[in-house]
C-alpha cells in the first residue's frame, strides 16, 4: 500500500499514526508530499523517525515541494525523489493508497 | 476606536499620528496553506500606516524565510524575495525563536533575511510589550 502524507510533522501528528501503522507491512511505500516534506530533511528532530523508516519501507517525497520549500541540499539518504509523472506512477503501481489527512 | 481595524481610527484626525507597536506572529510553513502569504500581504498594508511593525516567526513559520526556495514546479509564486524588501518599508523588527530553528536543524546562516534571534523568554517579552498581536 501506498500512504501519501501532506502535512509537516512538526505541526501535527499524522506522521506518527501512519508510521505507527505502514511500518507493519513490509511492501508499504510512504510519500511525502507539501508541507510533509520537511521530514524528508536533514538535522532536525523528526530524521530518526524517517532513517527508521528507510529501514523497513520505500520512503519517496515530491521533488517540487521540496524545490520550493527550499530543502533540495537536506534531503536524508536514502529516500527517493518523484516528480508528478512519478507520483501518477507509484499510485498506479501500488493495489492501494491512502492519503493520512 | 474599532476592533475590526485593530484599533486604528481612521475617522478621527487626532488619532492619525497614534503610533502602535504591532506585531506579526507567524506560525505555519510558506506553500501548504495561505496564512503566510496573507500575513505578509498584512505586514505590507500595515507598512502604509506609518506603526511600529515587528515580525515574529515561530514553529514552523521559520520556513517562510529559509533561503533556496524555487517554486517554479508547483506553480505557485514564490514570495520569499519579498521579505529582503521589508526594510523597504521600514520594517525591520524580524524576530526568530532560536527554539523554533534549533528542532528544525536551522541556524541564522539557513535565512535569507537579517533577523533577530531570540529564546523563547525574550520572545515572551517582545510580546508582552506589543499593542496589537495579529496571529497568522
Known sequence: MLHIINKSPFENHTLDSCLRVALNEPGAALLLTEDAVYAASKGNVIESKIVDALGKVKVYALWPDIEARGMQDRVIEGIKMVDYGGFVDLVAEHSNCQSWL | ?136
Open chain 2, 1 to 136: 476606536m474599532t476592533e475590526s481595524t485593530g484599533g486604528i481610527d481612521f475617522e478621527d484626525e487626532d488619532a492619525s499620528g497614534v503610533i502602535k507597536k504591532f506585531m506579526f506572529v507567524n506560525r505555519k510553513a510558506p506553500y501548504g496553506t495561505i496564512y503566510a502569504l496573507e500575513s505578509l500581504e498584512v505586514v505590507l498594508i500595515s507598512a502604509a500606516f506609518d506603526q511600529d511593525v515587528s515580525l515574529a516567526f515561530l514553529d514552523d513559520g521559520v520556513y517562510q524565510i529559509v533561503k533556496g526556495q524555487h517554486t517554479k514546479a508547483i506553480a505557485m509564486k514564490n514570495f520569499s524575495p519579498t521579505y529582503r524588501a521589508l526594510e523597504g518599508y521600514d520594517i525591520e523588527k524580524l524576530y526568530v525563536e532560536k527554539e523554533s530553528l534549533d528542532q528544525r536543524g536551522l541556524t541564522e546562516d539557513d535565512l535569507l533575511v537579517d533577523v533577530q534571534v531570540m529564546s523563547s523568554a525574550e520572545m515572551a517579552k517582545m510580546m508582552s510589550e506589543q499593542d496589537v498581536v495579529i496571529s497568522f
